[in-house]
């Protein structure tokens, strides 16, 4: 129960970092009452590494495009890691590595800030919420 409450917490820390919308649809979320079955934990599971390159993706524009002293992407990953990938090195790993890759490949397709790296930085925000959407709806909904 503990974990639960924590993934929620993360889930309101995205939920402040971008701007109000409609929220997903999740289409895993298991009813009152019963476990999260083993497929489900699959694409939950698959959810936290997207949430992860998302935030990887975030990090690398906040960096170039603000201050190479941002550093709040690069916090929501630690407290993701904290929630998901305590005491699991496989799963920490992974969830790294998709960090590393979504900075990596907004580095190698980001050239310039301005415009576009706003507009990019508010849908990846968006993305973001929807993604914690998603892990909050799998475990209170």
């Known amino acids: 129960m503990m974990r639960a409450m924590l993934r929620s917490a993360l889930a309101s820390l995205l939920v402040l970092a971008a701007t109000p919308f409609a929220a997903a649809q999740t289409g895993f979320a298991p009813k009152p009452g019963e476990e999260i079955d083993r497929a489900d934990r699959g694409e939950l599971r698959r959810t936290v590494n997207y949430l992860a390159y998302t935030l990887g993706e975030l990090h690398y524009l906040a960096f170039a495009c603000v201050s190479t002293e941002d ?71």
């Open 71 to 141: 550093q709040q992407w690069r916090e929501r990953m630690i407290e993701l890691l904290e929630l998901e990938a305590l005491g699991d090195s496989r799963g920490r790993a992974a969830l790294i590595e998709a960090f590393n890759e979504g900075y990596a490949v907004q580095q190698r397709y980001r050239t310039r800030c301005g415009f576009e790296s706003d507009a990019e930085r508010r849908a990846l925000a968006h993305r973001g919420r929807d993604l914690a959407e998603m892990m909050r709806a799998a475990y209170f909904d």
